[in-house]
């Protein structure tokens, strides 16, 4: 939903900066030697041709302004053919795009920089107008571009200045304010942390660069999802370890809100490298639990990025698709081979491996509480886009497979066992030098884990203790700037290691 204030004010194609209107300008819709025919000369890029932007332009060239009663007004309209949230109808609104770029690429409308004041005035107006609405509408903000915008307003830049300098790191200041307003009107204006990301090292997103050296950069940046070990290989120059960054600052200042990452992308449709980090970061979506993602943007039918998407949602063509719990699966060289395991509420074994090296490896993946039957593999390399590659060769405690260069390979065979449910009824007590945590007991769990998010930052969840079936709680030491969380009753069912 647009809230910079401004909307086009018809449908035909118009442009804020005109030639003949503000003068020369650097280039135009058809400076460039290969742009189609119909390309406009007199649309300008409003830069001058000495580099300076053209100022003074009328932004009534192009739009109107707009109050949150056209947004209100746009809703009733999709109401009417579709429903409202509630029954059935669009349930999630964006709290417009990339704000923190308005400058730049609406610069026609907005030239002034954004700052926090202003991006949480439109949030407080225009989300409270689609609250008002349709109560029962999703809201999605602030929907920023990627790493400054986490931290800076726009008129910051991407260091510190005074938003930053005042109120601290934009994320953290912007959920604050979420969680005060629901604590002060018991109305929650925003329920997802909507973020884009694009991973920097150049070359990597929106890139049909696929040489040995970029698409080697390009299956490691994965890893800046999740990774507080990986120093991210481009001008951010340090560890990214993007979703527990977000759930840690969510858990801080607003807990409850959903993440979402709405615009992401790591390379272009056809490449098989870029094939294998989409079907990577999808399994990564799933293991570390993002609630709501989108690519930027939907991929070619019958591209190799096509592909990525239906190993996962459709890997047999008859809709088999990966659905389910992720259980731990752990690889001895996740630079070469990664590895990703799901027990499917068809009580099913899914278990993604992928080959990011050059040469071929040989994948012996050992299952912890054993499995029957035969290991069914689909997959796609450079011989061929997706397709059934046969069985793997079984042991009584996994199988074994090779698996080409630049491979996917999803194994799908039955568990011999059954997940635990979660525990539940989780209470804490704290003395001065610990905590004791109890829970109600679980069937089927060998023992209950604990993790600890170490770092104000947000850290990668590390294993501290544990305590075995029977047991009602356990017992740890109180935690110094750090918190613990109780995640979930397991067993061994399902756990997969890549030797």
Request: overall charge negative; aromatic content about 12%; hydrophobic content about 35%.
């Amino acid at each position: 939903m647009p809230i910079i204030g401004w909307t086009p004010f018809d449908r035909i194609t118009r442009w804020g900066f005109s030639v003949a209107l503000y003068g020369e300008q650097e280039w135009t819709e058809c400076t460039y030697t290969g742009w189609p025919p119909w390309c406009r000369p007199d649309a300008g890029n409003g830069f001058h041709t000495d580099g300076t932007p053209v100022t003074g332009n009328n932004p009534f060239d192009t739009s109107i302004t707009i109050t949150p009663s056209f947004v209100t007004d746009w809703m009733a309209h999709i109401a009417s053919r579709v429903g409202t949230a509630g029954s059935g109808g669009v349930r999630f609104f964006a709290l417009d795009n990339e704000p923190m770029l308005w400058n730049s690429t609406h610069r026609d409308v907005h030239p002034v920089e954004v700052n926090y004041a202003e991006i949480w005035q439109r949030t407080l107006d225009y989300a409270f107008a689609i609250k008002t609405q349709d109560p029962a509408a999703l809201v999605f903000g602030p929907v920023v571009w990627g790493w400054c915008a986490y931290f800076y307003s726009a008129a910051d830049g991407c260091v510190p200045g005074l938003d930053y300098n005042t109120y601290g790191p934009f994320l953290e200041w912007y959920l604050q304010q979420v969680k005060d307003y629901e604590t002060a009107y018991g109305v929650r204006l925003v329920d997802y942390l909507d973020i884009h990301y694009y991973p920097q090292a150049n070359n990597v997103a929106l890139s049909d660069d696929e040489s040995p050296g970029t698409a080697a950069v390009r299956l490691r940046s994965v890893k800046s999802l999740f990774d507080p070990t990986y120093s991210d290989e481009s001008w951010v120059g340090q560890p990214v370890q993007l979703i527990p960054r977000m759930k840690n600052i969510i858990a801080q200042k607003a807990p409850d809100t959903k993440l979402a990452i709405t615009e992401y992308n790591w390379g272009n449709d056809n490449g098989l490298p870029s094939a294998l980090a989409q079907a990577e970061v999808l399994a990564i979506f799933a293991r570390e639990g993002i609630d709501l993602a989108t690519r930027w943007t939907v991929p070619e039918v019958g591209s190799r990025v096509e592909d990525a998407f239906k190993i996962h949602l459709n890997y047999d063509g008859t809709g088999g698709r990966i659905e389910g719990d992720s259980v731990q699966a752990v690889s001895s060289n996740i630079n070469d081979v990664a590895i990703y395991s799901f027990h499917g509420t068809d009580a099913k074994l899914y278990v993604l491996l992928f080959n990011k090296s050059l040469t071929d490896q040989e994948a012996d993946v050992q299952v912890t509480g054993g499995i029957t039957g035969s290991i069914h593999l689909w997959g796609f390399d450079a011989e061929s886009q997706l397709t059934y590659k046969g069985t793997a060769t079984a042991s009584p405690s996994g199988f074994s497979l090779t698996m080409p260069s630049y491979s996917v390979r999803l194994a799908v065979t039955t568990l011999n066992c059954t997940l635990p449910s979660q525990a539940t009824n989780l209470h804490l007590q704290k003395s001065d030098s610990s905590l004791l945590l109890t829970w109600t007991n679980v069937s089927e769990a060998t023992d209950y884990v604990i993790y600890e998010d170490a770092s104000p930052s947000g850290s990668f969840p590390t294993q501290t203790g544990s305590a075995t079936n029977g047991s009602t709680g356990i017992l740890i030491p109180a935690p110094t700037g750090s918190r613990f969380y109780l995640v979930a009753a397991r067993n061994a069912c399902g756990e997969s290691s890549k030797k």
